[in-house]
């Protein structure tokens, strides 16, 4: 749910925020956009549902342990997606960010509301919980239009290529992201033998633990990078430059921290969170955090080759570790765990080291010559990519 969703419609509410912006400096209703993109984004989210149909058998029967409603409640995250993700986009780009964050505290709220209901209710299996979670973010959309509604006008028609001229890239990237991200217990799952079809969910447990700094990294993206985007959008590259070298080197800090931490006490907290039985290893915990560290340093400079106009560019570095990851994850090893842990580390440790190298290829070309910035791009690079617990 959290790869397919943001996966698929982050890039839309990017969109859709930087055209309504753009429509707003130029005194033109939004409400044909609007419309533009909702008809994009119910394209695509009938695609999705269609192809989860058409597998829901091998679905059911081999990553959701034959529990039909945990299918039922991924179709019903993909649809709160479009509709909260839409809504955001909608919320941001005309500046009702009171909503906005409405929006966010509201999501997380109800879903956990949801779950306390379900466990009173005294349910056992997990395929009702499964549809509380993706019901939670389409029930947040009317808690956050009660708060705000966007001011969205009549205005003229807007053509395809108004929402949709870097969508393409944006959507590729994003899935590549999200996979890179999230991929790693589904992988657990589908690669488990019979006698292993219950460690999944305790790598889940390890994996979010070993993701907090993630968490932290978000506030440091939100302080620096809009300062990055405006110094190459004033073509001030000399402080650019000096900018990202002071936040790669407080990410750099966070991420060996957090490797550190990790590997020591991870076992520990995993246990202290997860129940008894969740046994995880300070090898597991360690390698886990690793890669999202070289995760956060690719992250960082995938916004910063946005903020250069690179967004096309940063689909290669993206789509690059999600090959490594594969790759090493079915040369590897025959452990499970550590097979999947080193495609992780290595898959992010990739995409860390192409988006560099793409990233100083911009930079020695900026230097040669002004870089003309796509309408957009800078809007686009502000959109820090969302962590999902």
């Known amino acids: 749910m959290f790869l397919l969703g943001p996966g698929l419609f982050l890039p839309l509410e990017q969109e859709v925020s930087r055209a309504l912006a753009e429509r707003r400096t130029l005194n033109l209703g939004g409400a044909p956009l609007v419309r533009r993109a909702a008809t994009i984004g119910i394209g695509l989210a009938l695609g999705v549902l269609v192809i989860m149909i058409a597998t829901s058998r091998p679905l059911v029967e081999h ?54 209901v379900v466990a009173i209710a005294g349910v056992k299996t997990a395929g009702w919980y499964g549809v509380a979670v993706g019901a939670a973010g389409l029930l947040a959309v009317p808690v956050a239009l009660r708060v705000q509604r966007p001011q969205l006008e009549a205005g003229p028609e807007a053509a395809w290529r108004e929402i949709s001229r870097a969508l393409g890239y944006l959507l590729a990237a994003s899935l590549c992201a999200y996979t890179l991200m999230n991929i790693g217990p589904v992988l657990v799952k589908v690669l488990a033998t019979d006698a292993e079809t219950k460690i999944a969910g305790r790598f889940l447990s390890a994996v979010v633990v070993a993701r907090i700094p993630l968490f932290l990294f978000q506030a440091i993206q939100a302080a620096l990078l809009p300062k990055l985007t405006g110094l190459a959008s004033a073509g001030r590259l000399g402080d650019f430059r000096a900018g990202l ?47 999202s560290g070289f995760y956060m340093m690719a992250l960082a400079l995938a916004q910063a080759v946005i903020a250069l106009g690179g967004h096309r560019r940063q689909l290669v570095g993206w789509f690059s570790g999600v090959v490594a990851l594969l790759l090493t994850t079915w040369l590897a090893s025959d452990d499970l765990y550590l097979r999947v842990e080193l495609g992780l580390l290595v898959g992010s440790l990739v995409a860390f080291a192409v988006m560099g190298y793409l990233l100083i290829r911009r930079l020695i070309l900026s230097a040669r010559q002004a870089i003309e910035l796509e309408p957009g791009n800078v809007i686009d690079a502000l959109h820090d990519i969302a962590v999902e617990p």
């Open 63 to 116: 990553v959701f342990d034959d529990q039909l409603l945990l299918l039922v409640g991924l179709a019903i995250g993909v649809i709160a997606a479009l509709a909260g993700h839409l809504t955001r986009g909608c919320l941001s780009g005309t500046s009702n960010f009171r909503a906005y964050g409405v929006y966010i505290g509201a999501d997380g709220l109800i879903r956990f509301l949801l779950c306390i």
């Open 245 to 291: 070298r002071r936040l790669l080197a407080v990410v750099a800090v966070l991420a060996v921290l957090g490797t550190i931490v990790g590997y020591i006490l991870g076992p520990f907290v995993v246990k202290t969170m997860s129940g008894p039985e969740f046994v995880m290893t300070h090898r597991t915990m360690g390698l886990l955090a690793a890669g």
